[in-house]
C-alpha cells in the first residue's frame, strides 16, 4: 500500500527522494511513520514525501542515502571521548568506503610494481590499472582526453603547478590576475610568489550584500590587461557557488585564462568540464573518498602542450644529454618520478564507488541535509552563520562557517568534541583573507557529506545547544 | 673546578659536586630545566612515586614516575594541581578552568604586543611579565578563547609573585598531573606548552636584564648563592702562601706570587746559569696532600725552565743533574721535585 501524504510545512525541508529511486516496501506505523527503501535502479519514478505531523522534529525513519551508505565507512563506527563519533569535517577530508581501502590494499598485495617502463607482468597489470584511474578521472569530470588528467600529489600542487608553468611563462609586468577574497590560499600564494617574480598585480574581487563574490565587480575587472581569472567553483567557508560557465565566458572575451578551484564541487555534484570551458581546474582525491597524496591537474590539451615543465625528472623526459634533454608529451611531462600509483588507483575505486551512488544522487540529498542543517543552527541563538542564506535562485553547498556570539570558536569545537565526540573543524580555514574581510579572527565550521544522516545534524544541534549554555553560564 | 682542600681551618662551607653545573648557565639565556637535577641545597630530595587519580577517567595511566616531583612545584601550583586532581569528571575540570580564566585580571591591550605572544597557540593569547620590587616574577596573561584564558589563568596564579630559579625549574609535565591534558586537543597542549615556555623565558630575561643593570645585592635566592659560590673560590686562593698563580706568567715579571723558596731557586739558577730565559713555577698545590708535602711549608714541587748556554754539549741528564746540584740545599731542606726543560738557546730558536 503507498502511503503519500503531502504536508505542508513553512519551515522545514521535505525529504524528497530523487528520481531515480523508487521505494520498495512500505510499512505503516501507527505513528505514520513511513519507510522507504533506496535502490538505485531507476525503473520506477516515484516521488514520494511523507511527513510525521509533529513538525518540529521530523521523524522518519527512512534509510535515506546517509543511513544506506554509512555501513561501507568503518571509520564511523567508533567512539571518541565516551560519546558516538559525529564526524562533520568533510570539507577537510572525506572517509573512505572499504571499497577504496580493498584497492590500496589489493595494489600492494598483488600487482604493486614500478609503471610505464616494466616490461613484466606485475609492472603491466600496474601500469593498466594506473592509466585506467586516470581515465576514470577524466570520464567523470567530462574531459574530452585522458591525456588532459594530470597526476599531482593534491591540488594545491596543482595549482602551483600551472603558477609556475603557465604563469612564469605567459605573465609580464603589468599583467593582471584576478582572483576573488575568499580564495583558498593554496589558489592565491602561488599567484602570488609568480607575480612578485614577473611583476604581475594580483586583484581580488570582494562580497556583495549576500556574502558571496560579487559577480558584477568581476565582470567589470575583466580587462585585456586579464591574463588569468583564478576562482572557486564552490566556496569551503561561504558554502556559495560560483557561475563558473558565464566567468568563463566574460574571461575568453577578454582573451584571459580560467583556472576552477574545485576541491568543494567534484566531490560533490556533477562537474562537466567541456560545459564550463575551464582551461584549468584542480580537485584532490582525498575530499573525495579517495586515499591521501594525489589530486589531479585538468588542462585544456592544447595549453598543457604549450607548457614548459614544472618538476623534472624521470618520466617526464624523452632524451637526456648530458648538457639539455628534450621532454615528453602531456601529461607524462608534468609527471616527473615515481608517482602514488596505488593512490591513484585507489582514487580510481573512488569514482568507481561514487558514480555507482551517481552524483546527481548525492547532490540532491546534500542539497536537503545542507539545508536542513542551516535551517537547525539559525535557532541557535545569537548565531552569525556566513556566505547567502539559501534559496530558490542561491544553492548552497552542505558546509555552514558560523560564529556564536562571545563565543570563540575554538572553545566550541573543543567542548563539541571533549563532552559530545561531535568533529567540526575551528580556524580560518585556510582563508584569511576572507576571515579578515568578513571582520572575525576565526570560524567554526560543519561539513557534511552524502554518509551523513539527519541524526549526525540533530545530535550535532544539540551538542552545540549545550555546548553554547555551558559557555554561557560563566559570563 | 677547584679540588676540594683539605685545610681544615678555613671557615667556609665545602661545596662537592652537588653543586649543579647548570648554575654556570643562569648568566646566558639558555633553559634547560631538568628534573634529576635538584636545586634544593636546603631540602632532602624525594622523589614518590605519585599515586594514580583513581576518579580521572580521562587518564587511564598513572603518571611516569621521571614525573617532576609536585613538591618542586611553587606552592601556588601544588595547589592548583591538587585541585584538579580532585575533580574527576572533564566537564567539571572545564568549569574550573572557566573559574580560573574569569577571574582573571584582564591585560592592557598596549601590552597585547607581538612580543608578549605566544605561539603555537589555536586561538590568541598574551602574557605579560614583569619584576616585582622582590625580584618576584609578576606574570599578566589575556586571551580571546575562555579555555585558553583559563589554562593562562592557571599559570599566572601558579607562578605571580614567584622568585625566577623556582619558575624555570618547573617541568612542563606537571600538566598530566592535571588530568586536563587528554582533555585537551594536542594542538591546545602544545599553547600550552608554549605558554609556559614564554613565561619561563619571559622571567630568565628580566632576571638577566636586573643583573646587568642593578648589581646592588637584591634579593631572591639566586643571587646568595652566586656569591656564597664566588666566595669559595676566593678564600681558596687567599688562604695558605701563593698557590694559584698565573699559569702564563713568563719568569721575568709576575713572579710576585713566589714564597721564600721560590725566590732562592730562581736567583741561584739566575746567578749560576746566566739564563737566556728563566721560568720558575711553584705547582705546590697539584700535590698538596700527599706524602711527600706533610710538613713542609707548602712550596714543594716547583716546574723550572731554563734557558741556558750551560747547556751546550750537555746531555739531558747532564743538564738535569747541574740544576739539581744548585738546588740540593733545597732539596735537602724540603723541596721535595722539580720538573725540568733545560735548553739551549740554539735549540729553542731552532
Known amino acids: 500500500m503507498w502511503l503519500v501524504m503531502e504536508v505542508l510545512l513553512p519551515k522545514l525541508p521535505s525529504f524528497k527522494f530523487p528520481s531515480h529511486s523508487h521505494c520498495c516496501s512500505i510499512t505503516s506505523r501507527s505513528s505514520s511513520h513511513v519507510r522507504f527503501g533506496f535502490r538505485r535502479i531507476s525503473s520506477l519514478s516515484i516521488c514520494a514525501s511523507a511527513v510525521n505531523e509533529a513538525v518540529a522534529e521530523p521523524t522518519i525513519d527512512s534509510p535515506s542515502l546517509g543511513h544506506s551508505t554509512r555501513p561501507r565507512f568503518p571509520i564511523l563506527h567508533q567512539e571518541v571521548n565516551g560519546s558516538k563519533l559525529v564526524y562533520l569535517d568533510n570539507a577537510a577530508t572525506s572517509q573512505k568506503p572499504t571499497a577504496v581501502l580493498k584497492a590500496l590494499q589489493n595494489y600492494y598485495e598483488a600487482y604493486n610494481s614500478n609503471v610505464h617502463r616494466g616490461i613484466h607482468f606485475l609492472s603491466a597489470k600496474a601500469t593498466d590499472e594506473y592509466e585506467s584511474a586516470r581515465r576514470k578521472i577524466a570520464s567523470f569530470i567530462n574531459a574530452s582526453d585522458s591525456r588532459e588528467i594530470v597526476f599531482t600529489k593534491n591540488a594545491s600542487e596543482a595549482i602551483n603547478l600551472v603558477a609556475y608553468s603557465w604563469g612564469l611563462s605567459n605573465l609580464k609586468a603589468d599583467d593582471e590576475i584576478i582572483l576573488t577574497v575568499a580564495e583558498h590560499h593554496s589558489a592565491i600564494v602561488p599567484w602570488q610568489i609568480v607575480a612578485q617574480k614577473v611583476g604581475a598585480v594580483l586583484k581580488f574581487v570582494d562580497l556583495n550584500q549576500d556574502e558571496i563574490p560579487d559577480i558584477e565587480k568581476l565582470k567589470e575587472m575583466l580587462s585585456r590587461k586579464t591574463k588569468i581569472v583564478v576562482v572557486h567553483h564552490v566556496s569551503n567557508v561561504l558554502a556559495s557557488v560560483l557561475p563558473i560557465r558565464d566567468i568563463a565566458q566574460w574571461a575568453h572575451d577578454v582573451g584571459a585564462k580560467v583556472l576552477v578551484d574545485a576541491c568543494q564541487s567534484v566531490p560533490h555534484m556533477m562537474v562537466d568540464v567541456q560545459n564550463l570551458n575551464a582551461d584549468f581546474l584542480v580537485a584532490s582525491s582525498h575530499k573525495m573518498c579517495g586515499p591521501t597524496g594525489i589530486g589531479f591537474l585538468y588542462g585544456k590539451i592544447d595549453l598543457l602542450s604549450s607548457m614548459p615543465p614544472f618538476l623534472g625528472g624521470g618520466e617526464m623526459i624523452s632524451d637526456v644529454y648530458l648538457d639539455h634533454s628534450t621532454y615528453a608529451e602531456p601529461p607524462s611531462r608534468f609527471e616527473a618520478g615515481t608517482p602514488a600509483i596505488g593512490e591513484a588507483i585507489g582514487l580510481g575505486a573512488a569514482i568507481d564507488y561514487l558514480s555507482g551512488i551517481g552524483m546527481q544522487t548525492i547532490h540532491d540529498y546534500e542539497v536537503e541535509l545542507g539545508r536542513y542543517l542551516y535551517e537547525r543552527l539559525l535557532s541557535v541563538p545569537n548565531i552569525r552563520i556566513y556566505g547567502p542564506a539559501p534559496s530558490e535562485k542561491v544553492q548552497r553547498a552542505a558546509l555552514c562557517s558560523f560564529n556564536v556570539e562571545n563565543l570563540h570558536p575554538t572553545d566550541l569545537a573543543t567542548f563539541l568534541d571533549q563532552q559530545h565526540g561531535v568533529a567540526i573543524r575551528s580556524g580560518h580555514h585556510c582563508a584569511q583573507p576572507l576571515h579578515r574581510y568578513l571582520g572575525v579572527s576565526s570560524s567554526a565550521r560543519a561539513s557534511l557529506y552524502f554518509y551523513n544522516t539527519k541524526e549526525d545534524v540533530d545530535n550535532f544541534i544539540n551538542a552545540l545547544t549545550d555546548t553554547v549554555s555551558f559557555f554561557n553560564s560563566f559570563k | ?350
Open chain 2, 1 to 350: 673546578m677547584m679540588a676540594t682542600n683539605s685545610i681544615s681551618s678555613s671557615s667556609f662551607r665545602l661545596f662537592t659536586t652537588r653543586i649543579p653545573l647548570s648554575l654556570h648557565n643562569f648568566k646566558t639565556p639558555t633553559l634547560h630545566p631538568t628534573p634529576s637535577k635538584s636545586f634544593l641545597f636546603f631540602k632532602p630530595i624525594t622523589f614518590q612515586r605519585l599515586p594514580p587519580t583513581p576518579s580521572s577517567s580521562s587518564s587511564p595511566s598513572p603518571p611516569p614516575s621521571s614525573l617532576q616531583p609536585i613538591e618542586d612545584l611553587p606552592p601556588k601550583l601544588q595547589e592548583i594541581v591538587h585541585l584538579f586532581q580532585s575533580v574527576p569528571e572533564p566537564k567539571a575540570k572545564y568549569e574550573q578552568l572557566l573559574f580560573y580564566g574569569k577571574n582573571l585580571k584582564p591585560l592592557d591591550t598596549r601590552f597585547k604586543t607581538n612580543d608578549n605572544k605566544v605561539q603555537g597557540c589555536v586561538s590568541q593569547v598574551w602574557v605579560r611579565a614583569y619584576l616585582d620590587p622582590n625580584r618576584n616574577v609578576v606574570y599578566e596573561a589575556d586571551s580571546d578563547s575562555v579555555l585558553t584564558k583559563g589554562l593562562a589563568a592557571l599559570l599566572v596564579q601558579g607562578f605571580s609573585g614567584r622568585p625566577v630559579n623556582e619558575i624555570i625549574r618547573v617541568t612542563p609535565d606537571f600538566v598530566t598531573l592535571l588530568g586536563l591534558q587528554q582533555s585537551l586537543t594536542p594542538s591546545r597542549n602544545n599553547g600550552f606548552l608554549n605558554m609556559l615556555k614564554l613565561m619561563q623565558r619571559k622571567a630568565l630575561m628580566l632576571y638577566v636584564e636586573a643583573e646587568k643593570g642593578g648589581g646592588d645585592s637584591g634579593g631572591g635566592e639566586l643571587n646568595s648563592i652566586e656569591s656564597e659560590f664566588n666566595g669559595v673560590v676566593e678564600s681558596e686562593s687567599g688562604g695558605g702562601s701563593s698557590k694559584n698563580g698565573d699559569f702564563e706568567t713568563r719568569g721575568d715579571e709576575g713572579d710576585v706570587e713566589l714564597g721564600g723558596r721560590g725566590k732562592r731557586i730562581r736567583e741561584k739558577l739566575e746567578r749560576e746559569l746566566e739564563p737566556v730565559e728563566l721560568e720558575v713555577e711553584d705547582v705546590s698545590y697539584q700535590h698538596a696532600g700527599h706524602a711527600g708535602v706533610r710538613g713542609g711549608d707548602g712550596e714543594t714541587h716547583f716546574n723550572v725552565r731554563v734557558v741556558s748556554r750551560e747547556f751546550e754539549g750537555k746531555s739531558l741528564v747532564k743538564r738535569h743533574r747541574l740544576i739539581y746540584g744548585l738546588l740540593q740545599e733545597e732539596l735537602d731542606a724540603g723541596l721535595h721535585a722539580l720538573s725540568i726543560v733545560a735548553k739551549t738557546p740554539a735549540e729553542v730558536e731552532g
